[in-house]
């Protein structure tokens, strides 16, 4: 296996992703580089097959409950559908899978999360108190002419100086949903409901501005959008302050962006590490991608999945937290 390096990101060649083995190495350096362009690319069945060696399937914790019928009613009705379209468009459902395209089913329902638009900065699951998971984003048809960009910000962190590294070490993130801002280009509400329940299910949710990869690298949990405050400090000071740490994150030496091409895969970590989409995807594209989520746990000891929620100081199981979203979708889907 060839390690090139690239611009806050390395590239992988001369490895063989049939080869377990070699894609366990693969999945280690995953987690230390936090961004891996590899110029190959695989079926989806064995994109599924790489990452879970890696670890367990990850998946938006409402999402979930919702399509295991753990959630339901017909308060969840309309959601589970729209759920279906775009996890049915995976072959055998690969759990953990999802695409992110226009393609359209026969009812003329996209079949893919992110359909339109351009998507700002933003990670996976982004108010979620869990341990690494990685994506792997792969390109399958009609890439051509569209990027994405990553930002570790390990880098950056360990550049901060001395004041700013303290408070990044302290602060906790409160998230509040803001509608939508970072997939503000989403022309159908269906897709935001969707966002909306994978990114900020409930207003409250809570984790630490310092986080790590499974190695041990640390960095900023930068919260890009849906951000509500600091706790423990006012909401003007909050914005001032995620300002100046965007200021010093935001800086060229740190992007990586990917001129996509189909049949190439990009690993990328989800604790420390920023993407966006800066092209404008239109309804007519055929830009047709696959995202897997997987943790870790099975390449780093202490990496299970977190089994809470960080919500207003507390740590609340899952089921208890579902319950709670629950509670709130069938008082605003009363009021409709």
């Excluded at 362009?37 to 399937?57: C, K, M, N």
């Excluded at 933003?122 to 002419?145: A, E, F, P, V």
């Excluded at 060229?252 to 990917?258: G, L, M, V």
């Amino acid at each position: 296996m060839k390690i090139t390096k690239l611009n806050n990101a390395v590239e992988v060649s001369d490895i063989d992703l049939h080869n377990d083995e070699e894609c366990q190495e693969l999945g280690r350096l995953a987690a230390q580089e936090c961004a891996v362009f590899i110029d190959d690319a695989v079926s989806e069945a064995r994109l599924h097959e790489i990452q879970t060696q890696w670890g367990d399937p990850s998946r938006a914790l409402i999402h979930k409950y919702v399509g295991e019928g753990r959630l339901k009613g017909r308060h969840w009705r309309d959601f589970r559908l729209n759920l279906g379209y775009i996890s049915n468009a995976v072959k055998d459902q690969q759990d953990g899978m999802c695409r992110v395209s226009y393609e359209v089913n026969k009812k003329g329902k996209p079949t893919g999360i992110f359909t339109d638009g351009q998507l700002d900065w933003h990670s996976d699951q982004q108010s979620h108190y869990d341990t690494q998971r990685i994506i792997g984003l792969m390109s399958l048809s009609g890439s051509k002419n569209s990027q994405t960009s990553f930002l570790c910000t390990a880098e950056a962190y360990d550049k901060l100086n001395q004041e700013d590294k303290t408070m990044v070490d302290e602060l906790t993130t409160v998230w509040g949903w803001d509608g939508g801002k970072m997939a503000a280009g989403l022309s159908l509400e269906s897709q935001m409901e969707l966002v909306h329940y994978h990114m900020i299910p409930i207003d409250g949710m809570e984790n630490p501005l310092r986080d790590e990869t499974a190695t041990g690298v640390p960095g900023i949990k930068y919260p890009s959008h849906s951000f509500s405050h600091f706790k423990g400090m006012s909401k003007a000071d909050s914005l001032k302050y995620r300002d100046h740490l965007w200021s010093l994150l935001n800086k060229p030496e740190y992007i990586y962006t990917r001129d996509w091409k189909d049949g190439q895969i990009m690993f990328m970590d989800q604790n420390i590490t920023l993407h966006a989409r800066p092209t404008d995807v239109q309804q007519s594209d055929h830009r047709t991608m696959v995202r897997m989520v997987s943790h870790v746990n099975k390449l780093f000891d202490n990496q299970d999945p977190r089994d809470v929620v960080l919500f207003k100081g507390e740590k609340i199981p899952h089921d208890e937290f579902a319950s709670m979203v629950d509670e709130q979708r069938i008082k605003e889907f009363g009021d409709r």
